[in-house]
């Protein structure tokens, strides 16, 4: 088992979760179960199965969860883009959520594949 609060990308996704939640306030009410509760499960997966990876047995389930993560972290950047486009972000907001989506994303790839190598 690994300690999750170790891995920059977690304390990333984290302060993601913070900030979109934040911004999800200002949010029509007419969307809160529909954008903003997507919106809302995808981001918190984030660091919710980089959490779980991390408590699990082996480095390879460690990386399936990572990939779960990646996923989630995918589905979030486009929800962003959707909001932005739909008028319920403002232009500066989306690009510093989405300055972080790619970081995120990077820094996943980069984790993924430094176990991979690990595990053969």
């Known amino acids: 088992m690994v300690d ?3 891995y920059r990308v977690w304390i990333l996704s984290h302060q993601l979760v913070l900030k979109t939640y934040l911004l999800l306030q200002t949010f029509p009410t007419y969307e809160q179960f529909n954008l903003t509760d997507q919106l809302r499960r995808a981001v918190v997966s984030i660091p919710t199965n980089i959490v779980e990876g991390c408590g699990k047995d082996t480095q390879k389930e460690l990386v399936r969860y990572l990939y779960i993560s990646s ?8 929800l962003l883009l959707l909001s932005k486009d739909l008028g319920y972000l403002k232009e500066i907001d989306y690009l510093q959520l989405q300055e972080d989506v790619v970081s995120i994303k990077k820094m996943l790839a980069v984790l993924i594949k430094k176990i991979k190598q690990t595990i053969g």
């Open 4 to 6: 999750y609060r170790n």
């Open 71 to 78: 996923g989630s972290t995918h589905e979030v950047e486009y």
